[in-house]
């Protein structure tokens, strides 16, 4: 039953974010593209992006799966899988998937340097969150030990 709940709650988390990445590339991409004076995404473009954006996220989840302690250096190396990675990804889904073949260079370009700095701002804010969850949790926990003594 263990192994259940922590295959759904890692699924949960993956379906999370792999919405939330599906989105911001369908955003981005929808975005330029209006600035292009292109008024719709192709729905086999959204689909294609949604996919890439939960790839992804299960490629982001599998670096810190699991409950375990990890070494200074291990813990650097998986942050910086955890923000080139998924551009990697990105460069790759687009090339083979042909997003940018009727677009003009800077729509791509500004699309790179758009998601370059979207998953660094997202992994500060995530870390921001969970350092204050981890903080307050931590003062919760403190105050009922000394509640209970």
């Not at 292009?36 to 939960?54: A, C, E, T």
């Not at 813990?75 to 042909?98: E, T």
Request: proline share 3%; glycine share 6%.
């Amino acid at each position: 039953m263990e192994r259940i709940k922590h295959y759904i709650k890692n699924e949960m988390d993956v379906e999370f974010f792999g919405s939330v990445h599906g989105l911001a590339i369908i955003f981005v991409f929808g975005f330029l593209g209006w600035m292009n004076h292109v008024d719709s995404v192709p729905f086999k473009f959204i689909l294609q992006m949604w996919i890439v954006g939960y790839i992804i996220a299960w490629f982001q989840k599998a670096l810190f799966l699991g409950n375990r302690v990890y070494k200074k250096s291990q813990y650097k190396i998986c942050i910086v899988l955890w923000n080139i990675g998924p551009i990697v990804i990105l460069l790759l889904s687009q090339m083979i998937l042909g997003w940018f073949n009727n677009t003009p260079i800077w729509v791509m370009i500004v699309f790179v340097i758009t998601m370059i700095v979207y998953f660094p701002m997202l992994w500060i804010c995530l870390n921001l969150f969970y350092k204050d969850d981890t903080n307050e949790l931590n003062q919760l926990l403190n105050e009922f030990k000394q509640s209970s003594n």
